[in-house]
């Protein structure tokens, strides 16, 4: 595809840079050298300049000139996830064993962990995750669901299948987003028996939120691994992304 003028400055001034003609920390000349040198108007220059902004090889501030601050266009690393099943997911072989279903109002501690208003309505769900045949849990989990979806327990497959996906198939209930945070934590006392580990020992917390088109999280998941019994491998790709 044939370059613009303007993305034939860009290109100039960016093997300057790279090539440290224009070095780290050093200003670009005037919109109207540039202008002058490749006979443009202070339009292209313009577009030219804002395109080096976007990579993030160049700022700029009124009065202050046009500052180089990177020698070469930054790296990242995306890691994609394809769909919800891969946030820090399980393999396909665990079963959930319901030990609670219980109406609970939020309280100041839960309120805490799920970012949510003390008096909040939910359906929880407590649950540890095994693999076929294998009697060491993996995981506690607790599932919060709005009061609504308490029927979900009765669903076909609710033992061995996401409980996002039974609400979305069972209710019609899309979900519009999704976040995962990870933190350490400490096994309290009931919970440390039903994994059957010492009360207190350290166990990593995922907390997956998921949300409705409004905004509004209709599933709370607070999933506890004891020491040892969860690896996670996350896939990075390269990319070039503007700082």
Do not use: W
């Given at each position: 595809m044939k370059q613009t003028l303007y993305q034939k400055i860009s290109a100039a001034l960016s093997e300057r840079i790279f090539s440290g003609a224009y070095p780290l920390g050093a200003y670009l000349p005037t919109e109207a050298v540039l202008c002058k040198e490749f006979g443009a108007s202070h339009h292209s220059v313009r577009d030219a300049l804002k395109l080096l902004v976007e990579k993030g090889l160049i700022t700029r501030r009124a009065g202050a000139g046009t500052k180089?601050?990177?020698?070469?266009?930054?790296?990242?690393?995306?890691?994609v996830a394809g769909d919800l099943r891969h946030l820090f997911s399980y393999p396909q072989n665990t079963i959930r064993e319901n030990v609670i279903e219980e109406h609970l109002a939020c309280n100041a501690a839960l309120a805490e962990v799920l970012d949510c208003p003390i008096g909040t309505p939910w359906f929880r769900i407590g649950a540890l995750r095994r693999l076929d045949g294998n009697a060491q849990a993996l995981c506690w989990t607790d599932f919060y669901l709005l009061p609504r979806y308490s029927?979900?327990?009765?669903?076909?497959?609710?033992?061995?299948?996401?409980?996002?996906?039974?609400?979305?198939?069972?209710?019609?209930?899309?979900?519009?987003?999704?976040?995962?945070?990870?933190?350490?934590?400490?096994?309290?006392?009931?919970?440390?028996?039903?994994?059957?580990?010492?009360?207190?020992?350290?166990?990593?917390?995922?907390?997956?939120?998921?949300?409705?088109?409004?905004?509004?999280?209709?599933?709370?998941?607070?999933?506890?691994?004891?020491?040892?019994?969860?690896?996670?491998?996350?896939?990075?790709?390269?990319?070039?992304?503007?700082?």
């Open positions: 180089v601050i990177a020698a070469s266009e930054p790296t990242v690393f995306a890691h029927e979900v327990v009765k669903l076909k497959g609710h033992f061995n299948t996401p409980v996002h996906e039974q609400i979305e198939l069972g209710y019609g209930q899309r979900v519009d987003s999704a976040t995962v945070s990870i933190s350490l934590t400490r096994l309290e006392k009931s919970m440390a028996k039903a994994l059957k580990v010492e009360a207190n020992s350290p166990a990593l917390r995922i907390i997956r939120r998921y949300f409705d088109a409004q905004k509004n999280a209709f599933e709370i998941t607070v999933s506890y691994h004891p020491e040892g019994r969860y690896n996670c491998e996350l896939n990075f790709h390269r990319e070039l992304r503007p700082r």
